[in-house]
């Protein structure tokens, strides 16, 4: 089983270029998440999904996208990369809004330079 | 409002020894408050939850102390190990906004040594 898979894992990125973070989990899970950590600050919320076709802006939604095609798959879009972008992306998944267990995948380290 | 404090952001602890880690929260919606632990190179994983009806719970070595009234809870590591060295979050979720979404403490990087 392999829960949440996020790819690439490591990229690096010059400013003003543009890329996708892929998610994807095989739980079949309604809501799923993107987050980024940076020392020190915890986890922020970037965007979350309820479900296929429903997003909505988290905490720090400013220079990212996504989208919800599928139950499945999650993607992150950057637009336009800035140092300050520079950070590692979770993606997580859960079954209920009702408590707090989130699956995490393993991370994608994104630098900007 | 939707902030939840962490204390302290690194730890350090002798191996057997007690690990105590604090978050504090403002908004009293929170219903549901999740402690995650991270070691390096990996996601966070779901360590231990508890909601605001319970004072105290406990899962072996692991425990949260939750005091309602002061809008503050612990997490205490019991006989530390150096396999518990990680980063933990704290984290809240307000079950009535049918969303899930979790606000992370800033982090507490625990160092057990042996």
């Known amino acids: 089983n392999a829960g949440v898979t996020q790819t690439p894992k490591f990229r690096i990125l010059k400013i003003g270029q543009s890329m996708t973070l892929q998610c994807t989990q095989d739980?079949?899970?309604?809501?799923m998440y993107w987050y980024r950590q940076d020392p020190g600050m915890g986890l922020k919320l970037i965007y979350y999904?309820?479900?296929?076709?429903?997003?909505d802006k988290g905490e720090v939604p400013n220079g990212y996208n996504v989208s919800r095609s599928t139950t499945e798959d999650f993607p992150l879009r950057l637009e336009l990369a800035a140092p300050s972008q520079t950070s590692v992306y979770f993606c997580a998944s859960s079954t209920t809004s009702r408590t707090g267990e989130l699956f995490f995948g393993e991370g994608s380290r994104l630098t900007v330079l | 409002q939707q902030q939840v404090k962490q204390s302290p952001q690194s730890l350090i602890v002798q191996k057997g020894g007690i690990s105590i880690i604090n978050c504090a929260y403002e908004n009293t919606a929170f219903d549901y408050f999740p402690w995650y632990q991270q070691f390096p190179g990996k996601g966070p994983a779901l360590l231990i939850a508890?909601?605001?009806?319970?004072s105290e719970k406990k899962e072996g070595r692991f425990t949260i102390s939750f005091n309602k009234s002061a809008k503050q809870f612990s997490l205490h590591i019991m006989d530390s190990q150096p396999g518990d060295s990680a980063t933990y979050f704290c984290?809240?979720?307000?079950?009535?906004?049918?969303?899930?979404?979790?606000?992370f403490g800033q982090g507490t990087t625990l160092q057990v040594k042996p």
């Open positions: 739980m079949n899970h309604n809501y």
């Open positions: 999904s309820v479900g296929a076709g429903i997003t």
């Open positions: 508890i909601r605001p009806d319970v």
């Open positions: 984290a809240a979720n307000q079950g009535s906004s049918n969303t899930g979404k979790l606000i």
